[in-house]
């Protein structure tokens, strides 16, 4: 038999079932099980495993599980296989030598060499879960002492914790009318029609807005106006960087001057002299070719200043992204839109698909007025899926609004319901599960 248990171990027993039984919740007592059972006896990580769950519920020093975690999901596997193997409620110390050699590398990887399986059930034998205590060496006979007094105190505390198990059968009344009547309504209630409808992310876009590209390859030396500003025709809104054109188009004025000098000299000379006037055609190609250099660098010189084509808003991100940006002939700049010709663009979830048809009802609900929404008709469906910004797939749709409202304003978010064809009850909550059951068993 093991030595009397020390007057400090007891009192530190007596305190941590204390501390048990005053917890209010499950969270809290995990938390005193793998963090304040140290205090009782040595050992370097707890884990608390919660049955009904089938789950790791608390591990020492984490303030919350990830179940996904490598660790978590490897020891959750073997959890399963140790509540099988030691159901009843006595303590079990496991080794790593007692796993098999392709767990005996994660084992050393994750844990000590040994491992306490502490079990915790209710009053009725049905198991709650269990303490797990990884230690560097085996329990003494105090140690297990202590943990078999400290085993029914968490049992009692957890059993307490959990919400009361729902009445069984036995308890309801047996008469089969009631039971006819209840199946029935259900059955009424699935065969109800309401008309289908999906959310999807929208957005208040402009209609046809005019697109601003880059007229040739250059810099943006600055944008002119600010983002939403409104603008007039023939502004100006994006300068690019002229420096190197200006330059280019002084070294062609000096290149065609001394072009038209030489083909004047040969002029005169051809009055005179035959060999000269064989070589003015030359000269005259050169000062040809050197007025096109100039005149094609003072066109070029002309669009590195970028105007509006009409009125509107000048639509684009922040100016001072786009300052000392290199750009290639033909990027996107900016847009300039009518700001009362708008319509709203849909990203509809491949997932939340579901059959519509043109001129379907959409409600716009802003995210700045929810309480109020926006009706719409469905202009356009894109007939294939495209990638969105976050990477999901999603049909792109279009709608109209149907009247006008001061609360539509380009560049608004907010969710669209999109209204399909009429269906059954059953058919619109059980739309997913169906159709992934069709393509398990395919259908």
């Not at 049955?51 to 599980?65: E, I, K, N």
């Not at 030489?262 to 009055?271: G, N, P, S, T």
Request: with cysteine; charged share 20%; hydrophobic share 45%.
């Amino acid at each position: 038999m093991s030595a009397a248990l020390p007057a400090p171990a007891l009192a530190g027993l007596v305190q941590l079932e204390r501390q048990a039984r005053a917890v209010d919740s499950t969270a809290a007592l995990g938390f005193v099980m793998v963090n304040d059972t140290r205090r009782l006896l040595p050992y370097r990580q707890a884990m608390l495993w919660d049955a009904r769950d089938a789950a790791l519920a608390c591990l020492s020093g984490l303030a919350a599980v990830e179940p996904d975690a490598p660790f978590n999901h490897w020891l959750a596997g073997h959890c399963r296989r140790w509540q099988a193997q030691h159901p009843g409620p006595a303590l079990a110390q496991v080794n790593a030598s007692a796993l098999d050699s392709s767990d005996q590398a994660q084992w050393a990887e994750y844990l000590p060499p040994w491992l306490v399986w502490l079990p915790l059930a209710r009053r009725d034998g049905q198991p709650l879960g269990a303490l797990l205590l990884a230690r560097d060496q085996p329990l003494d006979g105090n140690e297990a002492s202590l943990l078999a007094l400290l085993q029914d105190a968490y049992g009692h505390a957890w059993a307490n914790l959990q919400p009361a198990r729902a009445r069984t059968l036995k308890g309801l009344r047996r008469d089969r009318r009631w039971w006819l009547g209840g199946a029935a309504a259900v059955l009424a209630l699935l065969l109800l029609p309401i008309r289908q409808s999906a959310l999807a992310p929208a957005e208040i876009a402009a209609l046809q807005p005019s697109v601003l590209r880059a007229p040739l390859q250059g810099v943006v030396e600055r944008l002119l106006v600010e983002p939403n500003q409104s603008v007039k025709a023939g502004e100006a809104l994006i300068q690019l960087d002229a420096r190197e054109l200006q330059s280019r188009l002084e070294a062609s004025r000096q290149a065609l001057a001394i072009a038209e000098g030489e083909f004047r000299q040969a002029q005169q000379q051809a009055l005179s002299d035959a060999r000269s006037k064989a070589g003015l055609a030359v000269l005259q190609g050169r000062r040809e070719q050197a007025m096109a250099e100039v005149r094609y660098l003072e066109q070029s010189l002309q669009r590195t200043r970028i105007l509006a084509p009409h009125d509107g808003v000048a639509l684009f991100d922040d100016p001072a992204q786009w300052q000392g940006r290199p750009v290639s002939l033909g990027e996107q700049i900016m847009q300039v839109a009518d700001p009362a010709r708008t319509q709203l663009d849909i990203q509809l979830p491949v997932s939340d698909a579901i059959e519509l048809d043109n001129d379907a009802a959409v409600l716009l609900f802003l995210n700045t007025d929810p309480a109020a929404p926006l009706p719409a008709r469905l202009k356009r469906l894109g007939y294939r899926a495209t990638a969105t910004a976050d990477g999901n797939m999603a049909y792109r749709l279009k709608a109209a609004f149907e009247e006008a409202d001061p609360r539509i304003r380009i560049g608004l978010k907010g969710t669209a319901k999109v209204y399909g064809e009429r269906t059954t009850l059953f058919t619109y909550l059980l739309r997913r599960p169906l159709a992934t059951l069709r393509i398990w068993l395919a259908l």
